[in-house]
């Protein structure tokens, strides 16, 4: 006879409020990041893009509407490097640590920690790491204040080039 795994402890309310938002900044900046990553490399086409050139590029931005966030990270990094931008090096290390906190976060199974209030997120990477502390919400509050700052500074990047990018959803709302 198998035995049924236990059903998972129930996250307090302060801690699945903290994690929805956190999970929503995620969102943000994946919705950021393709937006950047269009226009800055619509901004290296040029003005006189061949008609190759320019359906490759199409081609290559429809597919980012799928891509993971890891995807689009490696993806901005390298368009930030082709168009010069002096500080992409402090904010690619940024979005990496950002991309295993969401890693952990919408990952982990969650059991309650030694201390009362504090959350044990149980999760293995992909090195076979261990997360090795437990988490309260000030903790998933601080990475998404994080996650934040990070997608306000991928849209300073994306206007500085003069092209808005495109916002998934803007034609429905012209509608």
């Given at each position: ?14 801690m699945s409020s903290a994690l ?156």
């Amino acid at each position: 006879m198998t035995t049924l795994p236990r059903a998972p402890d129930r996250l307090s309310d302060e801690m699945s409020s903290a994690l929805g938002h956190a999970v929503s900044g995620f969102g943000f900046l994946e919705e950021a990041l393709k937006r950047a990553i269009f226009s800055l490399t619509r901004q290296g086409l040029g003005e006189r893009a061949t008609d190759k050139a320019l359906q490759n590029w199409l081609k290559r931005m429809e597919d980012i509407a799928d891509d993971t966030l890891g995807t689009l990270i490696d993806s901005f990094g390298a368009a930030m490097r082709q168009a010069g931008i002096e500080d992409h090096k402090s904010l690619t290390a940024t979005l990496g640590k950002l991309r295993l906190d969401r890693n952990l976060l919408c990952h982990a199974s969650w059991r309650p920690g030694k201390q009362p209030g504090y959350w044990h997120p149980t999760f293995i990477n992909t090195k076979g790491e261990r997360f090795p502390t437990d988490m309260h919400a000030d903790d998933v509050h601080t990475i998404h204040t994080e996650t934040l700052a990070a997608a306000r500074r991928v849209i300073s990047i994306m206007r500085a080039t003069g092209i808005d990018g495109e916002w998934a959803g803007a034609d429905e709302e012209a509608e």
